[in-house]
């Protein structure tokens, strides 16, 4: 079965970059498109983006509140997603949680999840 | 963007009810809807995704049903481990989004 593991949380200041790294294992990372997917404290979930697969070039899809800001990449020899985040904001505020999609579109596999915190 | 609506928000339920949560999207959807268990502190876990199809493990006391913008996921006999909060979720057109959750509570 499918394993996704989160890392890279941290506390950052208004205005800081930050990386968040997900790593994949038990099943073949580079055929899926990858998803990253919020939850601000005490909140609900936020789609974040998605990254594609090569077949698909790795483009990418972002919600209007991280474009521009939010850059999603993927490196498939090393199983492994990544969320650049930069021009942080106090709303950005998460848990952050790197997700498995289908090739029906669906999700399937959700990581444990990484807290970022913006804060001065 | 299309908007999800969950209702109710919360619910209190004793052991063994039959709960039946409701998602309406605010354009159709076909049937592109998942739906998602969280517990605190945990990640989401997959329920149902097609509207009605459970995912692999999922007990089949989960179902689901619906199609273009009226949507239920049903619970029957809800025991302690089902005490959570749940969110439908559509994956027809970008930005995904999320419904607000419902957060079934023990009576």
């Known amino acids: 079965e499918g394993q996704l593991v989160e890392s890279g949380g941290g506390l950052v200041q208004p205005g800081g970059s930050l990386r968040l790294s997900c790593t994949a294992s038990?099943?073949?990372?580079?055929?899926?498109?990858m998803d990253w997917v919020r939850q601000a404290p005490g909140k609900g979930l936020e789609w974040v983006g998605r990254v594609r697969n090569k077949a698909n070039d790795y483009t990418t899809e972002y919600a209007a509140s991280v474009k521009g800001r939010f850059t999603i990449s993927r490196d498939d020899s090393k199983t492994s997603l990544y969320l650049q985040m930069s021009n942080l904001k106090t709303e950005d505020t998460a848990v952050y949680y790197c997700?498995?999609?289908?090739?029906?579109?669906?999700?399937?596999?959700w990581g444990q999840g990484t807290l970022v915190t913006v804060s001065s | 963007d299309i908007q999800m609506t969950q209702s109710p928000s919360s619910l209190s339920v004793s052991v063994g009810d039959r709960v039946t949560i409701t998602c309406r999207a605010s354009?159709?959807?076909?049937?592109?809807l998942a739906w998602f268990q969280q517990k605190p502190g945990k990640a989401p876990k997959s329920l149902i995704y097609?509207?009605?199809s459970l995912q692999s493990g999922v007990p089949s006391k989960f179902s689901g049903s619906g199609s273009g913008t009226d949507f239920t996921l049903t619970i029957s006999s809800l025991q302690p481990e089902d005490f959570a909060t749940y969110y439908c979720q559509q994956y027809n057109s970008y930005p995904l989004t999320f419904g607000g959750g419902t957060k079934v509570e023990i009576k």
């Open positions: 997700v498995r999609v289908t090739a029906s579109f669906f999700f399937d596999y």
């Open positions: 354009q159709g959807i076909t049937s592109s």
């Open positions: 038990g099943f073949t990372f580079s055929d899926h498109y």
């Open positions: 097609h509207a009605s």
